[in-house]
């Protein structure tokens, strides 16, 4: 890589992301990126570009291929408007820590503040919600800036990086050569582990009775997932899953107890308030895990691991908080575990997962109700892809459904907007996940709502042949906002319900193959078409309109005063 | 309980980092009282120090983000028993009024300030000492009614702890 090669700052840019080891990247062209895509034109054997049909697309789905892949996701686009169709992805992967790099073009560096044509200052509007960005003005800057870019996206707790690259960088001329970046002086990502915080983690392990693992993304961003279920097998420590957790446990590991949180498990959430330990990998304790946080986990002491020390005790006291890499603290802890059973402790799952069937499963796969219920269809689908397929939802009832009733054997199978909650994440995310992991099998889920926000990128997924399978929930309402109306606002159902266009016909007018199914009876049937079919696929389930997710913390309730119906 | 905290920040001298730091105390609606960023001891580092009034809960949250800025070295935060802080206040006088009234001369002397430029149209008088002192003698003038233009510095601070290592050494022997 040391070789010196005299090329244009655009060019530059291209043999920085080689260099870096991206094959796709996902755009959208404007006037001050045309330099960066007249190269790209002669790269295309190696950088496969994908035209979405929005930038917001575009965002979305380096969005979707980096989750999927662990790879950091490339996505390009022009100054102005281009940008600031970036920012809601950028927002939503730092939320999420997802590792991106974005590439906007900018106006030539002697018409900046000038209020040029398409002049936006995309340095200052994605200041806040980037792990780091930077204006490229020489070309000379260029492949330190991507170097810088990719090191800084990837390492520690990741996150989205913006690269904002004016027009005349991009056409000035370079001797080129890489140097990746290891090293920052003002950044340390790696925190050193803290041995006697191990070992009190241990002590605190071994003398707890009803310990409990919360299983957070960060198990999957640090590659811990081996470490944590010989640690859950080696103390019988039951795990339950953030929703950017969900996918890192299999799901029919004898110790997963569900989900935590606003929508999930009885088991996980009563198994909460009763632990005398929780530990905590990789997880942030947000609002939505922990309810009211007065009354949350009231017998528990807390370990908390993570890799961003800010995160430590930010939004609940913690005994024990650890800095560290998820994978290695892991590794280090389950070392001094002595080992036990805990029956009686596993018992409070089996009785609330019965109580869960019972309560709530049972009566909404009832087979003599008229409509097909979500969670019907999810069910189904699962049935059918067996674990094997990575789902990627939008955002409301049908993403909390997904959540609740997809099954996974692999890690990196279920992506979705967590820390935002994204409205159109879903279809565009799902393409680059495909796109990333072209062997496995990729379903979108969607609302009827949410699809209506990216179904532009339908054409995306024409013209690239990327055989994804779609389905759409269609309940004709903004069904979660509909849910919160119905039991928290007297029913007063303003402005959340849809009128609908013939949804197959529009995946047909973009030549996918498509068909709606509306009766119970056919559900199954329609989703073996689905999963059989090569190449992408459409298909319309149409469900009971007023279905509600449950079980339910209302938002700010104690996880204790957990509801189960109406 | 609200009390100013001084924070004391080394970053990188690069562009856009006063602007990562500020917006994190926006972010959390906490007004800046007063902010001096200037080169440190060691070329290319800066050296920031903020003080704000909030909670020792918010303002520990609040340093450990402040941490996460890539171009941030180093921060920590005080309180004002913790440090030697000192600013420099300026005050113009007319010197019409600065020779008229008797007790011009008395107050430069009481607050220890001292005369840095006289000509025909105004008096210059500078004051170095705790924000404090400084208000206390803007007062004074103000009674007499002898103040036209009124200027303050920001904080410098030293550490009281002989021992306090203001940077970290690895980047001392860079
Ligand atoms: C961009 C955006 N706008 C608004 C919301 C608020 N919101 C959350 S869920 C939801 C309803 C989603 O409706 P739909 O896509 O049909 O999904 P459903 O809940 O019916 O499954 C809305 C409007 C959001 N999350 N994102
Ligand atoms: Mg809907």
Redesign the pocket.
């Known amino acids: 890589m040391a070789r010196k090669q005299r090329v244009k700052g655009a060019e530059a840019l291209l043999l920085s992301l080689l260099a870096e080891g991206t094959d796709t990247i996902f755009g959208y062209p404007g006037g001050q990126v045309i330099p960066v895509y007249d190269h790209l034109y002669d790269y295309r054997d190696r950088l496969h570009h994908i035209l979405t049909r929005h930038e917001q697309g575009a965002v979305h789905a380096a969005q979707g291929y980096a989750r999927a892949t662990g790879r950091v996701g490339v996505c390009l686009a022009t100054s102005g408007p281009g940008a600031t169709n970036l920012v ?1 992805g950028i927002a939503d992967a730092m939320l999420d820590s997802t590792p991106l790099v974005c590439i906007t073009g900018q106006v030539p560096s002697s018409l900046l503040g000038t209020d040029a044509f398409q002049e936006a200052d995309t340095i200052s509007m994605t200041m806040p919600i980037s792990k780091w960005n930077f204006q490229v003005t020489k070309a000379s800057e260029i492949p330190r800036a991507i170097a810088k870019a990719f090191y800084i996206a990837r390492s520690g707790r990741p996150g989205p990086v913006v690269i904002d690259f004016t027009k005349d960088a991009q056409v000035e001329e370079v001797d080129f050569s890489y140097q990746p970046c290891l090293y920052l002086r003002s950044y340390h990502p790696k925190p050193d582990l803290d041995t006697e915080a191990i070992t009190r983690a241990v002590e605190m392990i071994n003398a707890s009775e009803r310990p409990l693992l919360l299983v957070g993304q960060g198990v999957k961003l640090s590659g811990a997932e081996t470490a944590l279920i010989e640690l859950a097998e080696a103390a019988s420590i039951p795990m339950g899953e953030t929703l950017m957790g969900i996918s890192a446990v299999p799901n029919d590991h004898p110790l997963f107890i569900g989900n935590l949180g606003m929508h999930g498990n009885l088991a996980a959430n009563e198994m909460t308030q009763q632990s005398d330990l929780i530990i905590a990998v990789g997880m942030r304790f947000s609002d939505r895990v922990t309810g009211d946080v007065n009354t949350y986990a009231p017998k528990a002491e807390i370990i908390q691991i993570d890799i961003d020390a800010a995160e430590l005790g930010k939004n609940l006291p913690v005994a024990l908080p650890i800095h560290a890499d998820a994978r290695e603290a892991l590794e280090a802890l389950k070392r001094g575990i002595r080992h036990c059973e805990r029956p009686q402790w596993m018992e409070v799952a089996v009785r609330k997962q019965a109580e869960e069937q019972r309560e709530v499963i049972d009566p909404a796969l009832d087979p003599s109700l008229e409509h097909i219920t ?1 969670c019907r269809a999810l069910h189904a689908l699962a049935e059918a892809e067996q674990g094997q397929a990575v789902i990627v939802t ?8 997904s959540a609740r009733y997809s099954r996974f054997k692999e890690t990196r199978s279920f992506i979705t ?1 967590g820390g ?5 994440f879903g279809l565009p995310a799902a393409m680059g996940a495909k796109l990333g992991v072209p062997d496995k099998e990729v379903v979108a889920v ?8 990216s179904i532009q990128e339908l054409g995306t997924i024409m013209q690239n042949k990327i055989g994804l399978k779609i389905i759409v ?11 919160w109306q119905q039991l928290f606002w007297n029913r007063r159902y303003s402005f ?1 319900e ?1 009128e609908n266009p013939d949804f197959p016909a529009v995946a047909r007018a973009y030549g996918i193959p498509a068909e709606r199914v509306s009766d119970p009876n056919e559900l199954n049937a329609a989703i073996e078409r689905l999963v059989q079919a090569q190449g992408a696929y459409f298909l319309e389930i149409v469900v009971r309109p007023e279905e509600n997710v449950f079980p339910m913390v209302p938002a700010g309730a104690s996880l204790s005063n957990i509801i189960c119906k109406e | 309980m609200v009390k100013e905290y001084i924070v004391i920040a080394f970053t990188e001298n690069q562009i856009g980092v006063l602007n990562r730091i500020t917006a994190l105390y926006l972010r959390r609606k906490i007004n800046i009282e007063s902010l001096k960023v200037s080169e440190s001891s060691i070329k290319g580092i800066s050296m920031f120090v903020i003080s704000a009034f909030t909670s020792s809960e918010t303002i520990d949250k609040l340093v450990k983000q402040l941490r996460n800025i890539i171009d941030v070295i180093q921060v920590e935060y005080y309180t004002n028993e913790e440090l030697i802080t000192q600013e420099i206040a300026l005050y113009k006088i007319s010197t019409k009024l600065f020779r008229q009234n008797g007790a011009t001369d008395r107050i430069v002397r009481e607050w220890n300030a001292r005369i840095i430029e006289i000509n025909p149209s105004f008096v210059v008088v500078e004051k170095t000492g705790t924000r404090e002192e400084i208000e206390q003698m803007r007062q004074e003038f103000e009674r007499q009614q002898l103040l036209q233009e009124f200027t303050r510095s920001g904080t410098v601070v030293l550490h009281r702890e002989p021992w306090v290592q203001a940077l970290p050494n690895q980047i001392i022997s860079q």
């Open positions: 809601t979500m939008d955002v409301g009832q049908n993403q909390m459904f907007s935002l909650g994204t409205m159109g969607l609302g009827d709502g949410g699809f209506q926000m929930l269609n309940n004709t309402y903004l069904g979660m906002v509909r849910q959340t849809l």
